[in-house]
Nanobody, 115 residues
């Protein structure tokens, strides 16, 4: 199983980006029940939770992104998404996809928000 992220980039404050994470090689039954989520790590900071599915159903968001970010999933494509709106410079970080079932991280994708 591999987690492959895409969709990062450079955007101005107030803009939007959508990140994708594909869990290649993961069977459907594992994917649908997996606690898949997004984390981020800014320079000099610890990795932190952004948004995650809990056992494939409930959703948890960090307080700092509530109302701005939305996590969704497409089970048939083995993919999760992170729609990020109203981006702020403090959202700048490397964003990582994580699989709880496999305790596996993706390689990360850089998001940079300019002021």
């Amino acid at each position: 199983v591999q987690l492959v992220e895409s969709g990062g980039g450079l955007v101005q404050a107030g803009g939007s980006l959508r990140l994708s994470c594909t869990a290649s090689g993961m069977i459907l039954s594992v994917f649908t029940g997996d606690s898949l989520g997004w984390y981020r790590q800014a320079p000099g900071s610890e990795r932190e939770l952004v948004a995650t599915f809990i056992n494939g159903a409930a959703i948890n968001y960090a307080d700092s992104v509530k109302g701005r970010f939305t996590i969704t999933r497409d089970n048939n494509r083995r993919r999760i998404y992170l729609q990020m709106n109203s981006l702020k410079p403090e959202d700048t970080a490397v964003y990582y996809c994580y699989s709880g079932a496999r305790q596996l991280w993706g390689q990360g994708t850089q998001v940079t928000v300019s002021s």
